[in-house]
Structures are given as structure tokens and as C-alpha cells.
């Protein structure tokens, strides 16, 4: 086997084993009302923030914080419902309500 052909099955076994983590992955409930809830609020946050610096009211610097910020809390808001088999309890939901509060108060100033 040439070094081509061996990068080649070394890729082919490394995405074959990639696609089959990814099967075995649990189904979590994306639906459940308060994991969608939070993923309605950040993704309209996140078109408020490209708004905003369309029309030039927030700087790109600010903007790309905010946008950090959201991240933050969706890969938080995924943690959680994976500990917890796709739900996201009443008190994890009012944690990251109130980070979402934190970054929304910042987007219209």
C-alpha cells in the first residue's frame, strides 16, 4: 500500500467510526418544551444581534461577543438535556432563562 491509499483508509475508518458514534448517540427529545423554548429565544436573539449590526447599532466586536454569549448557553442548554435524557428540568430552564435575559438586555442598548 502506497501512503496515499493508507491516509485514504485511515480517513474512511475515521468517518465510519465517526458515523457510527453518531448513530449510537441517544435520541434526545429536541421537542420538549422547555429545550425548545430556549432554542426559539436564542435564535431570535441571534437574528436581533445581525440586525442590529446591519443597521450599524452594534459594532462587530460586540456582536461576535453576544453571539459567544449564546453559544454558551446553547451548548449549557445541551449538557443539561443530555444529563437529564433529552429534558431539561424547571430549574435548569430558569438558569438559562435568566442568562438569556442577560444577553437580550445587552443587545438593545
Request: charged share 30%; glycine share 6%; aromatic share 2%.
Amino acid at each position: 500500500m502506497n501512503a496515499f491509499t493508507q491516509k485514504v483508509a485511515v480517513i474512511a475508518a475515521a468517518s465510519i467510526t465517526f458515523v457510527g458514534t453518531a448513530l449510537a448517540a441517544p435520541n434526545w427529545d429536541a421537542s420538549h418544551p422547555r429545550r425548545a423554548e430556549v432554542n426559539k429565544r436564542l435564535s431570535n436573539q441571534d437574528h436581533r444581534i445581525s440586525r442590529e449590526v446591519r443597521e450599524g447599532e452594534l459594532p462587530r466586536g460586540e456582536a461576535m461577543r453576544l453571539h459567544r454569549d449564546d453559544h454558551q448557553v446553547r451548548t449549557e442548554e445541551r449538557l443539561m438535556a443530555s444529563d437529564n435524557g433529552g429534558h431539561v428540568s424547571r430549574q435548569e430552564g430558569r438558569a438559562l432563562n435568566q442568562q438569556e435575559n442577560h444577553v437580550s438586555r445587552q443587545i438593545g442598548q
